[in-house]
């Protein structure tokens, strides 16, 4: 006769599996938030520097172009979406010294909206704005001229 050594209830394998089950679970949450938390830092960096690249080219334009845009909606060619990217920008040119009759400093500001959802959607938006000042040339040699 052959007798089997098997040591293991039925209760302590539905236990083990059970256990098992637990860890699986937290493991694959885990996963699924660590995948969504790359996916929204990917896209916050795509839109970072999609803001840096609009403020840079409409900075590196001549300071007369940028009084002419300051009045009306910002649209340009040069400055395409990113491949795939679930957002929008929205460019502002303003005055930034307004004491003066004739500006001669001027505020750019990029603004990314998007949501992982997509484009359209409305839950989970965010948001990146980035400004800067842009002189006039002429502004350094009135400076020195002034005592």
């Known amino acids: 006769m052959i007798r ?3 040591a293991g209830s039925l209760v302590e394998i539905l236990i083990a599996f059970s256990i098992f089950a637990i860890v699986i679970a937290s493991l694959l949450a885990l996963r699924t938030t ?3 938390q790359a996916t929204v830092s990917f896209l916050e960096v795509q839109a ?5 690249q609009a403020v840079t080219h409409l900075t590196s334009m001549p ?4 009084l002419l845009i300051r009045t009306r909606a910002v649209e340009d060619s040069a400055l395409t979406t990113p491949s795939g990217f679930p957002g929008e920008l929205s460019l502002k040119v303003v005055d930034a010294d307004v004491s003066t009759p004739v ?3 001027v505020r750019v500001s990029a603004t990314v909206m998007w949501s992982p959802f997509g484009k359209n959607a409305r839950e989970g938006r965010s948001s990146v704005t980035l400004e800067r000042i842009a ?3 002429e502004l350094a040699l009135v400076q ?3 005592p």
């Open 144 to 146: 020195k001229l002034d």
């Open 63 to 66: 300071y007369e172009d940028l």
């Open 103 to 105: 500006p001669r400093m």
């Open 135 to 137: 002189a006039c040339p």
């Open 34 to 36: 660590s995948k969504r």
């Open 48 to 52: 970072s520097n999609w803001a840096r």
């Open 4 to 6: 089997t050594c098997f």
